[in-house]
């Protein structure tokens, strides 16, 4: 497999499985695809927002074009590790990523202090003008899990993730503070998502229906998102013992 790819155009399809699907599923993909150069690594992700949640709020009513933007890192970083900044646009139903590297604290200077990297590529031109364009982006949510990262062996275009141990929280939202937070799913359960950029292989829609997986409609953030919603309005609503 090549290193980095920094900018992604494909169909993203997301599903949820539960333990027995899972393991039924690993051994049926065993032949045709194989775990790519980060294998199973632990993923970390600050989401970034407006301060009223304009992003995550306008993705969840399900528009025609949606845009999310996060730090990311595989594993937990130091400050010298590289880490990405991901801008990421749903249109149609298709995916386009722009991915930049740099340094975790070039990184964090210029999304927490403002302060620009020396270097300039056209994907941070792209994210300074979505910066600009929201005005007032900050940290919103930590959002981490263990994936599985496969890509197939007939067709390296073929991806396919399976994510478990998903973990959210609003709060110590810097990646060097390391995973750890609310689970998002029922223990043993697993977000998977199969990523291309054409049409599904028949051989692996075949595996899906003779296991009934099935497509769902599942965005970490926004999840954690409603999650988050409903505790600060049980917090609001409770009853007063004084």
């Given at each position: 497999m090549s290193g980095y790819q920094m900018t992604f155009?494909?169909?993203?399809?997301?599903?949820?499985?539960?333990p027995v699907q899972y393991l039924k599923l690993k051994e049926r993909l065993m032949g045709k695809m194989e775990t790519d150069q980060y294998g199973n690594s632990t993923i970390c992700n600050v989401y970034f927002d407006t301060p009223d949640a304009r992003l995550i709020r306008n993705s969840l009513e399900k528009p025609v074009y949606k845009e999310k933007?996060?730090?990311r890192s595989y594993g937990l970083p130091g400050e010298t590790s590289s880490v990405f900044l991901e801008l990421k646009k749903k249109y149609q139903g298709i995916v386009y990523k722009r991915r930049e590297t740099l340094n975790l604290a070039d990184a964090e200077a210029y999304l927490y202090r403002g302060i620009k990297p020396e270097r300039q590529t056209q994907?941070?031109?792209?994210?300074?003008?979505?910066?600009?364009?929201y005005e007032d982006i900050i940290p919103a949510m930590y959002i981490s899990y263990e994936r599985t990262a496969l890509y197939g062996l007939e067709d390296e275009n073929l991806r396919l993730t399976l994510d478990g141990n998903i973990l959210w929280r609003s709060?110590?939202?810097?990646?060097?503070?390391g995973p750890w937070g609310t689970p998002l799913l029922e223990d043993g359960w697993h977000l998977m998502e199969i990523k291309i950029?054409?049409?599904?292989?028949?051989?692996?829609?075949h595996i899906l229906d003779e296991l009934k997986i099935y497509p769902?409609?599942?965005?970490?953030?926004?999840?954690?998102?409603?999650?988050?919603?409903i505790i600060k309005s049980e917090k609001k609503g409770g009853i007063s013992c004084a």
């Open positions: 155009e494909r169909t993203e399809m997301k599903y949820l499985i539960d933007f996060r730090l994907v941070l031109r792209e994210i300074d003008w979505f910066m600009q364009y709060d110590c939202l810097k990646l060097e503070n950029p054409g049409s599904m292989p028949l051989w692996l829609g769902a409609s599942f965005s970490k953030y926004g999840q954690a998102y409603e999650k988050q919603q």
